[in-house]
């Protein structure tokens, strides 16, 4: 029982990784621009989509494909908000921007299941199927090499934050928006690049989790609940957040699993949420602004 | 300036529209007999329901409530399981049970209330979002309650074929027309303002002794009565219900965006929206048998709506009538305008430039 328990924490880690990596693209999103990505679910299945054709068409190593997936999926987010997302008025954005966005969300699930079918998919390579014998523990290759690109991606994104003038005016537009317009910060360009940086690491999540699980177009809807609550428990906005929401929730799932039964391992992920709320209406690490009205 | 609308004339035009709108529903079935057409018609009218039902709590309070299928699918479930245990007969009695199913999903809604509106704006979309999941999980779960994934059966009811469609078509109607009755009267009670003035600016509301919270939970929990009534009569129609088909997160984003499509806010809003999207939908779903198709033109044409009539058809009507009005010179006096003896400088072109 206790190695059991021991696996499903080392698998909540695991997994929780991956979902932070997809899960700060969304709270960046949410940090600059104050809206919501409900497109974001069905962007990570897009990119399982892109390293599934890249494999099966040109036999490219999920891994290697990521060069060409991440970069097509920043341009398809710079895409969605030169596209759709800043011709929003003003006024009702906040409502308007969930519903644009989860129109592009039925668009592109439409599209997936023109080319693919409702057929379930998943990703092959031989790390998927092989385990690392490991402490007792047999680990899939793919989970710790998810993780690892996870932590990847995460620090290639906090260095871009921290270091790079970009990353000032991506973060100086999340403190204040008007103040950062002020400053001479152009609020479109950084809008395009945060929206493109948030489709971008859904191309490594979507590959892990296409590798890990099947899935079809319609997966879309279970990831967006998923990284919804992650946001939401971690604070709006706030990636730090995120990432700690993502592991605790990630593990608790897993560990109900064994503890309890699978069946209700999901439901428990959103029961986190509803507790958390009760005490904290503003998430674990959320600002007091995400309050005000 | 005066609204050119607010005279007695398109006061006095508005109630004959909408009592011959109300003829037309009524008449409906006995002039569209084919049971293709009628099944349409009774649809749209539960979405007439529900879009006003949305509407009534999120369009009127700002709070866009994204799970309001937890209403539906409760008011579906409450059917289904007082009919099993009472081993009721199909038949008109059952309709009597829809109205306790839609009180069900209103208490539903109470706790589910309490918990979603300790937040705001965008962290009460995602949590009625959450909610929306829990519910979908419990259906398959509670295997006692719900049968889980192998889905409840309903009694059924032994009507011919040819008028089988109409008694769902009425009650349907009854409850469209509560819907929109309770809309029209939320809309002019003190009530109806509490929840504006949130709206506008909820802190200074509470400020001005609002009793915000009271006032949000008694909407939301109507809004579940309403929904509820919808989600009852659509599993008895159904004849038997799944937890994805009542606990449907399309069905949340659709009533939503139907209100959007008509005048957020607005009592004919959502009835408007309701009307051309839903036959639409159902048009869209049987010329494309194809599912990727149909799911691409809806949302294109969400897109659409979005871009080019984000206030809604009847409010950019509305607009556009009264910017006529106004411009054809001559304003149309009802008894009740002021006399227009400063009009010679209303003529001038700059008066006339309509702000905005």
Known sequence: ?293 | MNDPLATPLWRGARVGTAGLALIAAVAFPFVFTNPAVTSVAMFTLLFVGSSSAWNLFSGYSGYMALGNAVFFGSGAYFLANVAKDLHLKGGIGIFALVPLAGLFAGLVGVPVGWLALRTRRHTFVVVTISIFFVFQLLAYNLHSLTNGSGGMQLPMPPWLADTYNNYFYAAALVVAVVAIALSWAVRRSRFGLDLLAIRDDEDRARGLGVRTERVKLAAFALTGFITGMCGAITAYYLGSIYPPFVFDALFDVTIALMAFLGGLGTVTGPVVGALLLEPMQQYLTLRFSNAGISLILFGCLFLLVIRFLPEGVVPSLARLLRHVLRTRGEPQAGPGDPPPYDSPADHSPAAREVPR
């Open chain 1, 1 to 293: 029982m206790s190695t059991e328990l021991a696996k499903a924490v080392v698998d909540g880690v695991l997994t929780g990784g991956v979902y932070a990596l997809m899960a700060a693209g969304l709270t960046l999103i949410f940090g600059v621009m104050e809206i919501i990505n409900i497109a974001q679910g069905i962007l990570v299945v897009l990119g399982a989509y892109l390293s599934y054709v890249l494999q099966t068409h040109l036999g490219l190593d999920p891994f290697l494909g990521l060069f060409i997936t991440v970069p097509v999926m920043f341009f398809v987010g710079v895409g969605i908000e030169w596209g759709f997302v800043r011709r929003l008025k003003q006024q009702n954005r906040t409502a308007l921007s969930i519903l644009v966005t989860f129109a592009v969300a039925i668009v592109i699930e439409g599209i997936l299941t023109q080319f693919f079918s409702g057929d379930l998919r998943s990703l092959h390579a031989w790390y998927v199927d092989r385990s690392l014998h490991l402490l007792g523990f047999y680990l899939p290759y793919i989970y710790l090499l998810g993780f690892a690109l996870a932590v990847a991606g995460l620090a290639a994104l906090q260095v871009f934050l921290y270091r790079t003038r970009t990353g000032y005016s991506i973060r100086a537009s999340m403190q204040n928006r008007a103040g950062a317009q002020l400053v001479g910060i152009d609020i479109n360009r950084v809008s395009a690049i945060t929206f493109g940086i948030g489709a971008a690491v859904t191309a490594a999540g979507g590959m892990v989790f296409g590798a890990t699980t099947t899935f079809n177009p319609n997966s879309g809807y279970d990831l967006i609940s998923r990284l919804l609550v992650i946001v939401v428990l971690g604070g709006l906005g706030s990636i730090g957040g995120a990432l700690i929401a993502a592991v605790v929730a990630l593990v608790i799932e897993d560990v109900t699993a064994v503890l309890w039964s699978p069946v209700w391992a999901s439901t428990m992920f959103f029961a986190v949420l509803i507790v958390v709320l009760i005490v904290r209406p503003n998430g674990l690490f959320g600002r007091q602004a995400a309050r005000a009205q």
